[in-house]
């Protein structure tokens, strides 16, 4: 059965830190680009925010809001992608959905909610 199953999300307080993790089942997790995506309250999932990539060979891409703050990696001997999230903010508060791609073959997770809160 082919699925991404994330976790780690929670509330949080500002400045505080959280690691997503992705786990992957069903495919060969070392070609596929892997992708985290959030989607912030109020808006449609087709309007989702790009937080981060990452590549089969490792190159990462970030979105400009969190860069410096969030890092994406990935160990293909576990099958699983992770978001470390540093100095949280409020606006950070979303879904977060855990992507794969690979040609045609285009996957999402369920999702994980992240809560930046006082």
């Known amino acids: 059965q082919v699925q991404l199953v994330e976790s780690g999300g929670g509330l949080v307080q500002p400045g505080g830190s959280l690691r997503l993790s992705c786990a992957a089942s069903?495919?060969?997790?070392?070609?596929?680009?892997m992708g985290w995506y959030r989607q912030s309250p109020g808006k449609q999932r087709e309007l989702g925010e790009l937080v981060a990539t990452i590549t089969s060979g490792g190159s990462t891409n970030y979105a400009d809001s969190v860069k410096g703050r969030f890092t994406i990696s990935r160990d293909n001997t576990k099958s699983t992608v992770y978001l470390q999230m540093n100095s949280l903010e409020a606006e950070d508060t979303a879904v977060y959905y855990c992507n794969a791609v690979y040609r045609t073959s285009d996957i999402w997770g369920q999702g994980t909610q992240v809560t930046v809160s006082s």
């Open positions: 069903g495919i060969i997790f070392r070609i596929y680009r």
